[in-house]
């Protein structure tokens, strides 16, 4: 009996592909969206079809990363209006006010989260970074503990915790602080510019000069390392 070979298959040309502008969605979806195809985004009213909040979140962090702050406050609220029902898109919405000097604006949205999330984080860290501009410190350290209940490792609430107990003399608990933080987040300049004056207050030399080497490493330029 002849068995005849079989035929090879026709190569399917590999399509190319759009970047959907999110790295973990991309890699999900095999490099980004083929191109050159329409695509139909469904939800319920308020979903935010007509500009889909991921898309702007991620849009924010590029705009941010190129230093164009405006333009990242302005994608950033574009994504709160797509999804105001998204706690953390609210949240990071309103610490940007904070911190781009509207934090005036911030408060409404603080008593936004308040009455939709009692309970999550940004609620908390909100309202530290409220209380802090407003110079209400120790209440804006409770607030930051209450955020850490609630995510233990949101870098921002560690570094103002640990700040806040640096300030008032309360070195051992901003170590072990200090110590969670650069854990896992080795990279972080602010942790070592913390770690670094608590080791100068300390009388740690050689730890002050590890911290402030590390920190130079990361940031060469950084002024308030260089003081």
Not at 44 to 53: D, S
Not at 214 to 227: F, V, Y
């Given at each position: 009996?002849?068995?005849?070979?079989?035929?090879?298959?026709?190569?399917?040309?590999?399509?190319?592909?759009?970047?959907?502008?999110?790295?973990?969605?991309?890699?999900?979806?095999?490099?980004?969206?083929?191109?050159?195809?329409l695509?139909?985004?469904?939800?319920?009213?308020?979903?935010?079809?007509?500009?889909?909040?991921?898309?702007?979140?991620?849009?924010?962090?590029?705009?941010?990363?190129?230093?164009?702050d405006?333009?990242?406050?302005?994608?950033?609220?574009?994504?709160?209006?797509?999804a105001?029902?998204?706690g953390?898109?609210?949240?990071?919405?309103?610490?940007?006010?904070?911190?781009?000097?509207?934090?005036?604006?911030?408060?409404?949205?603080?008593?936004?989260?308040?009455?939709?999330?009692?309970?999550?984080?940004?609620?908390?860290?909100?309202?530290?970074?409220?209380?802090?501009?407003?110079?209400?410190?120790?209440?804006?350290?409770?607030?930051?503990?209450?955020?850490?209940?609630?995510?233990?490792?949101?870098?921002?609430?560690?570094?103002?915790?640990?700040?806040?107990?640096?300030q008032?003399?309360?070195?051992?608990?901003?170590?072990?602080?200090?110590?969670?933080?650069?854990?896992?987040?080795?990279?972080?300049?602010p942790?070592w510019?913390?770690?670094?004056?608590?080791?100068?207050r300390?009388?740690?030399?050689?730890?002050?000069?590890?911290?402030?080497k590390?920190?130079?490493?990361?940031?060469?330029?950084?002024?308030?390392?260089?003081?």
């Open positions: 009996v002849l068995f005849r070979s079989a035929s090879p298959q026709p190569r399917i040309p590999e399509q190319s592909r759009a970047s959907t502008g999110i790295e973990g969605l991309d890699n999900v979806l095999g490099g980004g969206l083929p191109e050159g195809h695509y139909l985004i469904e939800g319920t009213p308020g979903a935010g079809k007509a500009a889909p909040w991921w898309v702007l979140r991620a849009a924010k962090r590029i705009a941010s990363d190129m230093r164009d405006a333009q990242a406050l302005r994608l950033m609220k574009r994504a709160m209006d797509a105001p029902w998204h953390g898109v609210v949240g990071e919405y309103g610490e940007m006010l904070v911190t781009s000097g509207r934090g005036d604006e911030a408060v409404a949205i603080r008593d936004q989260l308040r009455k939709q999330y009692p309970g999550l984080f940004w609620t908390h860290y909100l309202d530290a970074l409220l209380l802090n501009r407003a110079g209400q410190f120790d209440a804006a350290h409770a607030a930051a503990l209450r955020a850490l209940r609630a995510a233990p490792e949101h870098v921002p609430s560690l570094l103002m915790a640990a700040s806040a107990e640096l008032k003399g309360d070195l051992l608990v901003a170590e072990k602080r200090l110590q969670v933080l650069l854990r896992k987040h080795p990279g972080s300049v942790g510019q913390l770690q670094a004056q608590l080791m100068a300390s009388g740690r030399k050689a730890e002050f000069a590890a911290a402030l590390r920190g130079l490493e990361l940031a060469p330029n950084d002024a308030q390392l260089l003081s």
